[in-house]
């Protein structure tokens, strides 16, 4: 299908291509190029504390062959793919939810003033968000102070924990997978809940049976967006989840932290990109299946 | 990494990266690392009467160089970074003779001359030195041979313990092993950082070993050991001074491997927050002015280090808005007020007469250095064992 | 509703469905003034009305979608008012069918048996008996976005019918089907009514639909009944101003009564006096009263005859459907005159455009409306 006599006159047109060279150009600079260099970055190494272009695979060696040992590379994945999904799902519930309240309950003329209100923290610091949830959090912190006043003596232990991290990702990723998931409730057929309703559902069966499943593609793709963002997140995981956030897997610390240390104490850039290249490689893996997720869930709206 | 100090001649080790695949490089570890100014010089449209500085946050500080730029008639233009990786990439992406001066962390001079970006000079171009504590006259970090030194030490302050002294006692402070005490798990905070904390570990196994970072296997097994063992009592690895700060303020953490962070705090009126170094001995970070080799301005690169080596500078620079440290040249104290000096340690020590509290800190602590015996990478991985165990 | 008791309706004389003094407004719209509707067990109503009338409004009152502002609703004698849409046994036909298209064909006519305990054979069985009425049997594993509008209908259809409803409710369903289908589906749809012998409530807009299948037409215009009757007598005996130009193709001529005398109305138009015979109801001479003439009861006056009301107008155009020409005429005094013939003139009879004819229409063929519509001056 490459050959260019198949491509009908009209798309060989000069305006097409205009229109086309600054997205190409856009991803060419953006995205593929820095990519590739840190994936060929990667197969390089360092002597005497500067780069050479010598290829080589002992970076990917070393860092698998301490994958499950010594620096545990491969735990602090199995954290980072756990605190992601786990966070992505809550997100999405918590988002969802919020989403279906400013659809179903809020009158339409307000609907906006709604959609406004919660995607606000989207205009404030993400670090200053996280610093201001450390505080909230904290064993001596504001939610601890509130509880103690209602006579709980044990202070619930947030901060330093993957819940913390959780709990400033979702406050990062609410206000997109709001939006994502306003958009795809207001596009929900109203006539269909009706028709529901009409054939014997109850309310809460015309949510499970017909509200979910034509919210199947915004819901995999916020969980998809979710997963991602989280997955490639490394502030939330440092400033409330600790830096080595307890989880019921261990207080592994997140594979991002992992390349944040790597990339701050150690003159070897080419570990470094060996290891962020491992994190891009699981992300297009994230991202192939939230794909097809995707697909599938047009494809039986089709 | 063997123990040499001297600059390695590169070309015996195979073929090099030219400038351009380095420059590359340094456009994607910087596409990484993000942070750090926007700053962009240009090699060609620089002024003669302009000199360019990679350093620390604090010696743009206009209270800071100031009276440089008037006695010379010189406009000096700062390149910020935050940590010595990534000075370096700032390094490396520019061409050679960009900068005249880069400020340093000690022990990161032997990668600046591994990469012969610094030259030598001879230290009695810097009379200021006769007023500074012996122990950075000595310093061997900056030492290049036959009299010459790499550079100039300019600030310093310690790596030891902060702690609440709501939860620890002074006596408790001064002991590396009352970190392990029960009423401590989960409640001790550590730099994420290998150098200083292991530097640190190692000192609370070998107590007072001349060099810390100098050790054979069967030692740094026992520091490994030691680090471990504190793992339990850890709940926070903290990528930031913020970070950690706000964690002792809101009583996650009531100590920490995490430097003397205690003097803001009590700037800010937690009077309960205090600092201090084991009788084991804890790591001291010292930064040093270097003599960038490439330079095409060395004199006036020279007159900043001497004028940085000056009481008076370092009163304002150990003081700056950015944060507080304390300066090599013990003359510090007569620029300062009765406050300061109480808060910086720039008093009598009652303990040992004749000298100030600060000169026992220095006695204390040790500077912190790369890994001697082995390669940095043995001591990250064991740091991350540490933070993954 | 004065003309039921004529009516020889199809069905039993149980009442399916009644519903008295219904309203409902939405804000300051109101949707429905006021509303009375009688539905028999087996009948096939109809309820006409452009759109706006408030004809939807009440089927989804009906279904329960919408609870009225006043008024009862009685199924079967059960007062269903408080009945959640969910528990009512009424179903709608959606004029958009409203079918899930994420489910297969099966799983949507299975929608509404799966709602609460069921036994999956018997649902099986049922499911495929109702496919196997509307001839969807074959159709029962595809895709909803694989089907024609004839099969979604059928879908919707069995999907409703599936749960054994006792009215059935369609909302202009065959709207977004096109012309040769819509007729065939029409006569499906009385057939299967029929069969099934349960109550029909079909909504539409369009009178072809309605006299075509229904045994009972219901006119609304703007929240009220205008007239109620069998597809005939509302065809040729409007009794509003509203029925008689929603309806047909009728001639409407305003006049004043001067006289009553012999059984024989007589009165004065703009164009001359008209001449109403039949006309049982008393009628006071000096009345302002309007005057309904179907277009295809006028025909051209032929040399002699006598005793026919007679109008004379100009030709202004005409148009040819295939089956009969419309043709399109002025009086001098600028009244629109409609006149519908199953042939056209021969030609050179002088009916050229702008030629002046004389029409006329037996007194037996004249309508009194009943009154005046109020609501339009």
Partial sequence: MTDSSVIPPSNRSPLKLTFLAPPVGYYAIFFIAPLAFLVVLGFWIVRDYQIVAEFSVGNYIDIFSQFFSRSRFGWALVQSIYVAVTTS??????????????????????????????????????????????????????????????????????TNTQIGTRIGLIHYLAPILIIILYITLINVNRN????????????????????????????????????????????????????????????????????????????NLPRTAALATVMVLIMVVMLVVAYRMADRARQRLA | MKSSHEPKNSDLTGPRVNRRTLLKGGAAAAGVAAAGSLTIFSRTARAADTLRVLCWPGYEEKDVIQEFEDTHGVNVEFKIYIGGEQMLQFFNQTPRGTYDNVLADAEYIRKLAAIDAVEPYNPGEVPELANYHPKF???????????????????????????????????????????????????????????????????????????????????????????????????????????????????????????????????????????????????????????????????????????????????????????????????????????QNQLLGYYPDPNNPGQMWVETLIDRSVGRDLPVQQDEKVWIDIFNEFKTG | MANESASAVAGGTVADLEARGIAKRFGSVVAIERVDLDVRRGEFVAIMGPSGCGKTTLLRIIAGLERADAGTLLLRGEDIGDVPVHRRSTRLIWQDYSLFPFLNVRKNIEFGLTLRRHDKKAVRTKVEAVAELVHLD???????????????????????????????????????????????????????????????????????????????????????????????????????HFVAEFVGANNIFEGRVSDTAAGTVVVDCSHGTVQIAGHGNRIDRGAAIELVVQADKLRRRLDGEDGLNTIRAVLKGREFTGSQVIYYLETAQGVEVKMVLQEPFTEGEGTEINSELELCWAPEDTVILGHRDARQP
């Avoid at chain 1, 201001?132 to 064993?139: G, R, Y």
């Avoid at chain 3, 509008?149 to 202009?172: F, N």
């Avoid at chain 3, 029409?186 to 029909?200: D, P």
């Fill in chain 1, 89 to 158: 799902v809550f997100a999405v519930i918590f988002c969802y939810f919020l989403a279906m309240g400013i659809v179903f309950c809020v009158p339409e003329r307000y609907q906006r003033l709604f959609l406004v209100l919660a995607i606000l923290p989207f205009w404030s610091s993400y670090i200053l968000r996280l610093f201001a949830w450390q505080l909230i959090l904290a064993q001596k912190g504001v939610l601890n102070y509130v509880l103690g006043g209602l006579g709980l003596d044990d202070p619930l232990i947030i």
């Fill in chain 1, 192 to 267: 269909l809940i009706e028709a529901a309703r009409e054939l014997g559902a109850t309310r809460l069966q015309a949510f499970w049976r017909v509200i979910v499943p034509l919210s199947r593609l915004g819901l995999t793709f916020a969980f998809g967006f979710g997963v991602i963002v989280s997955f490639g997140d490394v502030l939330s995981g440092m400033l409330v989840g600790g830096g080595i956030g307890q989880s019921w897997l261990g207080s592994y610390p997140l594979y991002s932290n992992m390349i944040m240390a790597d990339y701050n104490s150690y003159t």
């Fill in chain 2, 137 to 339: 006259n000595n310093m061997h970090q900056v030492q290049a041979g036959d009299g010459m030194v790499w550079g100039t030490p300019t600030r310093f302050s310690f790596y030891a313990i902060s702690y609440n002294s709501d939860h620890m006692s002074f006596e408790e402070s001064g002991d590396w092993n009352s970190l392990f005490l029960p009423k401590f798990e989960g409640k001790i905070g550590i730099f994420d950082w290998y150098l200083p904390n292991m530097g640190n570990a190692s000192l609370a196994v070998h107590p007072n070993k001349e060099n810390p970072y100098d050790l054979t296997d069967e030692q740094l097994g026992a520091v490994r050991d030691w680090l471990l063992r504190l793992r339990p009592q850890v709940n926070m690895f903290g990528s930031g001074a913020q970070a950690i700060v706000q964690a002792m303020i809101n009583g996650d953490v009531v100590a920490g491997m995490i430097g003397d962070l205690d003097i803001d705090l009590k700037l800010a009126g937690y009077t309960n927050m205090e600092s201090t170094i084991p009788v084991q001995g804890g790591i001291r970070w010292q930064e040093v002015a270097t003599l960038c080799k490439q330079s095409e301005n060395k004199e006036l690169a020279l007159e900043w280090i001497k004028y940085m080596s000056q009481a008076h500078v370092q009163a304002k620079l150990a003081y700056t808005k950015a944060f507080k440290a304390r300066g090599p040249n013990l003359k510090i104290a007569e620029h300062w007020t009765e406050e």
């Fill in chain 3, 138 to 240: 074959h159709l029962l594993s595809r895709r909803i976005g694989q089907l024609s509008g004839g099969e979604k209908q059928r879908v919707a259809i069995a999907r409703a019918l599936v749960t054994e409803p006792e009215i059935l409710l369609l909302d202009e369903p065959l709207s977004s089907l096109d012309a040769h289908l819509r007729i065939k589906v029409q006569s499906e749809l009385t057939v299967l009514q029929r069969e099934l012998g349960i109550s029909f409530i079909y909504v539409t807009h369009n009178q072809s639909e309605a006299f075509a299948m229904a045994d009972r037409v219901v006119v609304m215009n703007k929240g009220v009944v205008e007239q109620t009757g069998r597809p005939a007598e509302i065809y040729n005996r409007p009794e509003t």
